[in-house]
């Protein structure tokens, strides 16, 4: 827009003397306003969605839109703000494209309006299942447990070999024990994805008998007519937990035979927790 003088020359014919005329120059005013009616212009940032990996992704740019049949362009507005976007772990984020980032430096339009969509990065949690075979995951089995009267929460391992990096509990995933930790039988653990992960998948481990012996004494004396007995015990049961050991071994006459023993689970021992051992 701006206003500018009509100049003009001219030159008289041959046969016109200037000396018989007074010439008298007047310019008239040549002026351009600025463009009636608003121009939008429609900008939209860029989107991109990827699978989380470990590496650095990124979205950069803007799409523009002008007002259909307005002659003005996108050589008419300067842009002043960040218009990529980069990110690793999963998650949004977001460009952060402002309409003050953009500048009207055309006179000619007047009345100019930014509409601005900002642009986006998503990433999105891999699986953690190592069925998926795409996800690069391996878990091992923890490993079993010998009864002992303690809880036995086992931890795993998980690794995920895409990107190289043991996986770490209550960052990548947690874990649900499902079962009696305690006493013998079997446990299952429940993987579940969080944060860069997603998905679940159970792995199982044993809490298996401890192993016990009964030991019987031996004794020895001449014959009397009363019988000889002698005593015993229950080895490598758990500090505190009890059974009942009876001993049935009995000599009354001149020889010999076993000192033998019944056992009763009667106490605080469960009997299930305990294999008799050789």
Do not use: C
Request: charged content about 25%.
């Amino acid at each position: 827009k701006g206003t500018s003088k009509n100049t003009f020359t001219y030159e008289l014919k041959s046969n016109t003397k200037a000396s018989n005329y007074s010439i008298e120059v007047a310019y008239g005013d040549l002026t351009v306003t600025a463009e009636d009616g608003e121009v939008v212009v429609i900008i939209t940032g860029r989107k991109d969605t990827f699978e989380y990996d470990g590496t650095e992704k990124s979205v950069k740019g803007y799409d523009v839109s002008i007002t259909e049949g307005s002659t003005y362009t996108e050589s008419d507005f300067t842009f002043s703000g960040n218009d990529e976007v980069k990110g690793t772990e999963a998650g949004t984020y977001d460009m952060g494209l402002k309409p003050e980032d953009f500048t009207n430096n055309n006179e000619n339009y007047g009345n100019v309006t930014f509409r601005v969509t900002d642009g986006q990065l998503t990433i999105t949690p891999k699986s953690i299942d190592p069925e998926d075979e795409k996800s690069g995951i391996e878990a091992r089995d923890p490993a079993d447990s010998i009864y002992d009267g303690k809880a036995h929460v086992n931890p795993l391992t998980v690794r995920d070999t895409k990107t190289g990096k043991d996986l770490v509990e209550n960052k990548d995933y947690i874990l649900t024990y499902v079962g009696d930790v305690v006493n013998v039988g079997t446990v299952k653990i429940e993987v579940k994805g969080i944060g860069n992960y997603t998905g679940e998948f159970t792995k199982k481990y044993q809490i298996t008998p401890r192993e016990y012996t009964v030991t019987t004494d031996s004794a020895e004396k001449p014959y009397d007519g009363t019988a000889l007995t002698a005593g015993g015990r229950v080895n490598n049961l758990v500090d505190g937990e009890t059974v009942t050991l009876k001993i049935t071994g009995s000599q009354t006459e001149v020889g010999s035979s076993n000192n033998t023993y019944s056992l009763t689970w009667d106490g605080s021992a469960k009997e299930k927790n305990y294999t008799h051992g050789t």
